[in-house]
């Protein structure tokens, strides 16, 4: 039985969308694309897909966020679940900055379904500090913001992607205060208070107050809620893209969801499917990211066979506050004390007193992140320290609590008087500059798969990010990504799609458990993801060498084989959390093997063995994913260095699938 139903909202119906088997522009999409309200809900024995199947020269679209409810067992490990089938224009999955200013730009053209792992707000996002940037002052030029980032990111951004977002970002963030953003204001001019961090030769940050990404995101969230076009469901995880032939290629109809607050399952097919997931800073021990960020769109946009770019550049934040282990048993995440405060004059210490960022580089403490991390590091081994300070009792008291609000009382409760005390701080994992490999307009290698925002290499960032541009990267790249779906949908629409929707009903879903799991499996789990965020933190952090790299591959490898064992038996209990442990050791296994293939030490990779830049190395590390070799033993990696090629084995078992890594070289400067 199908059932039209409203998601909480008015049903909406694609009016007037007639298809035929040639292709169309994409003003016609447009003009089909209008909606009306229904009346009541209705029921109906007869699925529209049905009634389009028996006229496929002149099909009408029948429902789109009206949902369509087919009954079905979805094979969960529960056996009585019942499996929910939605049809949308537009699938998001997350709710940062990327994911909602897609949808708002989105939901002009089409219905959206908006899905989020957890709370709407509880993203990457809302935790932002710094601020956005964008060149606003006439001092100020696009050109120098570009050189900023082309620095910071040790000549291995992408300059395409780099002066997308540099010419096109002072546009995106007036548009963020059109929409109701707040930022802090210059008190004499009225204009926006640009602050400076590190890395930027000039002041281009606006911000609101120290509690950036929070504004930001409720101006964005308020509008979401306001659209009529858009449906959000919140805790709901994603398992797995759904993936259906079109013209002989597999294209990317949609994911299958569990919404674990309801208990059910979702078969979510649609015309498009955006990836704005955020990153994976949980594969970390130490990391400013929330419990969320595992990785999840990154693993499966892997293992729905998209290219991966650039892993190896794991960004650490030189400075989040230093909690006393016995004080952070329950802290998920490290409170971070933005670049911000350094920009603000803050000065770093040893615990001997020492001010040592003159001793590592010229521009003291505002280097670039990647610069300050490692200095850190370098101190608090040479003096066998857990930390180091951070200072900005120097500056005028009223300035600091009145720019850093958020981060004075946050102190405070550690009984830090930050206008007077130093502040301990250490770093920790933050952010993903790799990720799935797209182009300007956000489209992966998987048709009808878009990604952006953290979870989305784009080239912007290269070898390290600068700070404040990633906020404005969701933003440029949400906006670029709109026209982009448009496109695809006029491409491939009407018959192909709706062919392709059918093939993807007749795929069966993952079992998964939604009924409560043992406590003794769920302490194993958390055992689990704790193996892997050590692994990770001593073997593959700011410092790093062959050796350990290698037993990270090795130990990584057998977790995943451990886990593999879980999903394969069908009398072992499936919970949501085993299938996000997969996501974080595939995570964690895309950045070593990434890290393996550098042969220097550039941004954030930096190797003991292999120290200097190479020219020759300047080239971003891709790994494909593709079904090949008969006995199914072993991951293959196929590797390319100019004209050099080779295909050492990792020893990962991966479903028989092989790993093609290679490089795309960069043109000299």
Known sequence: MVVQAALALPSWTWTNATWNHGKHDRASVKRSMRFRSHGPLQTTAQSPLRHLKRDKSHRSAVVRCACQHQEQNNGSADGHEKAETVKVDFLVVGTGIAGLSYALEAAEHGSVLLVTKDKPHECNTNYAQGGVCAVLDREDSVESHISDTMVAGAFLCELNAVEAVCREGPARVAHLAELGAEFTKNAKTGDFHLAKEGG??????????????????????????????????????????????????????????????????????????????????????????????????????????????????????????????????????????????R?????????????????????????????????????????????????????????????????????????????????????????????????????????????????????LHGANRLASNSLLEGLVFAHRAVSSALDYSATFGGSAVADAWDRAMEVPLLPVSTSAVEEEFQTLLQEKKLEVQKIMWQNVGIVRTVAKLQVARLQLAALHEEISCYLKDPAHPKPVELFELRNLITCGQLIVWSALKRKESRGLHYCLDFKDQVEAERCATIISAHRGGRTGKGTVVTVTRGKRKVQPRLGSRLNGESYSVKTKCLPEE
């Open 343 to 459: 920009g603000a004059g803050g000065l770093l210490f040893n615990l001997e007193g020492d001010r040592f960022m003159p001793r590592y580089d010229k521009r003291v403490e505002l280097a670039p992140r990647d610069v300050v991390a490692r200095s850190i590091d370098a101190e608090m081994r040479k003096h066998g320290q857990s930390h180091v300070l951070l200072d900005i009792s120097g500056e005028p008291s009223s300035e600091t609590l009145s720019h850093f609000p958020n981060i004075a009382a946050t102190c405070k409760a550690f009984g830090i008087d930050i206008t007077k005390d130093p502040i301990p701080v250490v770093p920790a994992a933050h952010y993903m500059c790799g990720g799935v490999k797209t182009g300007l307009d956000a489209q992966t290698s998987v048709p009808g798969l878009f990604a952006c925002g953290e979870v989305a290499y784009t080239g």
């Open 200 to 341: 930027h030769s000039h002041p281009r940050i606006v911000h609101a107050a120290d509690m950036t990404g929070k504004e930001i995101e409720r101006a964005l969230l308020d509008s979401v809620y306001a659209h009529p076009n858009i449906v959000m469901r919140d805790h709901c995880f994603v398992l797995e893209l759904l993936l259906s032939d079109i013209d002989g290629k597999e294209h990317c109809v949609g994911a299958h969801i569990v919404q674990s607050a309801a208990g059910h399952a979702l078969r979510v097919l649609a015309k498009t499917t955006m990836l704005a997931t955020g990153g994976a800073g949980q594969v970390y021990l130490n990391t400013t990211n929330p419990a969320v960020a595992t990785g999840d769109g990154l693993a499966i946009a892997f293992r729905a066979k998209a290219d991966v770019a650039n892993m190896e550049f794991f960004q650490f934040h030189p400075t989040s506050l230093y909690v006393e282990p016995e004080r952070r048993q329950d802290m998920t995440k490290a409170f971070l004390i933005s670049e911000a405060v």
